[in-house]
């Protein structure tokens, strides 16, 4: 077995609205298609799977999926699944009412220390921080995804 990297990816942000609105978006499907996904399946109950799916996304137009068990669902604090398959990873939401809004703090953890679960870190890292900014704008100005043209 590989040696797990110790550090976890960490994204921090405020956002201007409830802790159970922002758990109610990033619990369901439609939540995260109208920011970030396309075709997302949540069954959001600890051993409920989630499914992301990327239909052309970006600039680079790509498809993918990714996913796995919902692990903790405690609305509206914390929201944390496993997913990933050639490296699995813990992700985490951790959400507190603050300042008139909600501290979103996300962790990611338990990449294994090789070349493409570091390189996997990496890209996982620019993604959520991508993530919880279009979390942030969807949320606060009803900002929705607009995939680019082919």
Known sequence: MD???????????FIKAS???VYDTITTGEGWNA???????????????????WKDWGPNFYTTSAGGPV?????????????????????SFELTKR????VVKLTEMGYPNTSQ?????????????????????Y????????PPEK
Not at 71 to 91: H, I, M, Q, Y
Not at 127 to 133: D, N, S
Not at 139 to 146: A, D, M, S
């Open 99 to 102: 300042y008139g809004g909600t």
């Open 71 to 91: 692990l903790k669902a405690d609305r509206p604090n914390k929201f944390s699944f496993r997913w990933g398959t050639e490296c699995p990873s813990v992700v």
């Open 19 to 21: 802790p159970e609105k």
């Open 117 to 137: 679960g570091r390189a996997s870190m990496l890209d996982c890292a620019s993604g959520w921080g991508e993530a919880i900014t279009l979390l942030k704008f």
């Open 35 to 53: 920011f970030f996904t396309s075709e997302t399946e949540i069954d959001a109950r600890p051993g409920g799977k989630i499914t992301f799916r």
């Open 3 to 13: 040696e797990i990297i110790q550090e976890k990816i960490r994204q921090e942000t």
């Open 139 to 146: 949320l606060e100005h009803g900002i929705i995804y607009t």
